[in-house]
């Protein structure tokens, strides 16, 4: 009777620890698999949640088939502490395993709210967007100039959620001041940018920045990105460019990048300005006209004057010979690259065409038709 009843639990214990084992092997699947989420969301984990809120807001959102399941295999793979903060784009069909492995890896949040201060020509903007998970593309909450309006609640709000992201954007063809007074501007920065950089050696480009970030920090930081371009702008000249120093080449794209807005042109410009150079013509461009008026701090804001396109200054390409002195502007990588790698033409001069774009000519004869051309589209938009 004893060995029946023992062979019977031990048959028991079998079937027990088969199941025991299929449902383990059924869990290991069910956690890394591809899970039942149709249109991405954006997870928001809150700083000191823990993972069985987020599971049970992962189960309301339709992100996991079983919260409970969630929770064994976060206990199982020894991650429940490692919980990180932040706003996290789930994408359709992630799996459990890998939703942990995104909220406890940690990092710069990927979905949510992002403040982005953008650096223009002619103004600063700060705009609060929001990432639309469904399109993958943000929408703007606010926007306000932080030099001179009060800003919104929307800003204020966002600024203080410790998920919120914040960037700087900095356009091509800003100076140095602009940028500069800014940074000022922006009330998450802190401490004295300290002197003004040189100009031209500020990179345009996109920087991620967390408050309390020091605005000298920053300034170092788009300088030196803006020497690596240069010296890789200059490694890769070519040796039909007419421009003979690092120095030189920055002088010219700051002009290339002021003169035109449009990527395409940048190598017909850069021909122009390197033909006349070759020639000994002076380049006659009315950026560097501006720079003498303005020298950087701030937007002109109106047409030249005839008394200012005679006036001696350093700039002033229509009375100096070769290059100005300096940079008129801080340019981006392509307008270097163009200043020592210029389309091989014949063209001698430019003038607008009406369209964003100018029209390129290589007689004066043929140039003094094309402005003709854009007096009389000058014109007729006045008229309107």
Not at 21 to 33: D, E, R
Not at 179 to 193: C, Q, Y
Not at 252 to 271: C, D, F, N, P
Not at 308 to 336: D, H, K, M
Request: with cysteine; glycine share 8%; aromatic share 6%.
């Amino acid at each position: 009777m004893w060995r029946a009843l023992a062979s019977n639990m031990l048959t028991v214990l079998i079937v027990a620890l088969f199941l025991l084992g299929g449902v383990i092997m059924w869990g290991q699947s069910q956690y890394t698999s591809e899970g039942p989420l149709e249109q991405a969301i954006c997870l928001r984990v809150k700083s000191g949640s823990n993972m069985t809120r987020v599971s049970r807001t992962l189960e309301d959102q339709g992100a996991v088939t079983s919260g409970a399941l969630f929770r064994v295999g976060v206990k199982y793979s020894d991650k429940a502490s490692l919980l990180k903060a932040g706003s996290y784009l789930v994408q359709p069909g992630a799996s459990m395993e890998e939703i942990v492995d995104q909220i406890t890896r940690g990092g710069a949040s990927t979905c949510g709210t992002e403040i982005v201060y953008r650096v223009g020509v002619t103004r600063v903007l700060a705009e609060v967007r929001e990432l639309d998970p469904a399109s993958n593309r943000f929408v703007e909450r606010a926007e306000f100039n932080p030099a001179e309006d009060e800003a919104p609640a929307e800003y204020l709000e966002k600024k203080a959620e410790a998920d919120t992201r914040f960037r700087i954007a900095l356009a091509e063809g800003v100076t140095s001041w602009q940028v500069t007074e800014a940074l000022k501007s922006m009330d998450i920065l802190e401490g004295d940018p300290g002197e003004r950089p040189p100009e031209g050696m500020l990179a345009p480009d996109s920087y991620e920045v967390t408050p309390g970030d020091e605005r000298a920090a920053i300034l170092a930081e788009m300088q030196e990105r803006q020497l690596l371009r240069i010296n890789a702008a200059w490694e890769g000249r070519s040796a039909d460019a007419a421009v003979e120093t690092p120095e030189e080449m920055l002088i010219l794209a700051s002009i290339i990048e002021k003169e035109t807005g449009v990527a395409e042109e940048r190598g017909q410009v850069a021909s122009v300005f390197t033909n006349r150079l070759k020639r000994g013509m002076r380049l006659q461009t009315d950026p560097t006209v501006i720079y003498g008026v303005t020298q950087g701090e701030g937007v002109l804001g109106r047409g030249l004057r005839q008394s200012e396109l005679r006036r001696v200054t350093p700039w002033n390409t229509y009375v100096i010979e070769g290059l100005p002195p300096t940079p008129i502007a801080n340019p981006g990588f392509a307008s270097l690259e163009a200043a020592v790698n210029p389309d091989e033409t014949d063209y001698l001069f430019f003038v607008a065409d009406g369209t964003g774009g100018h029209a390129f000519a290589e007689t004066l004869a043929e140039h003094n038709r094309n402005v003709v051309k854009w007096r009389q589209i000058e014109a007729e938009r006045s008229s309107d």
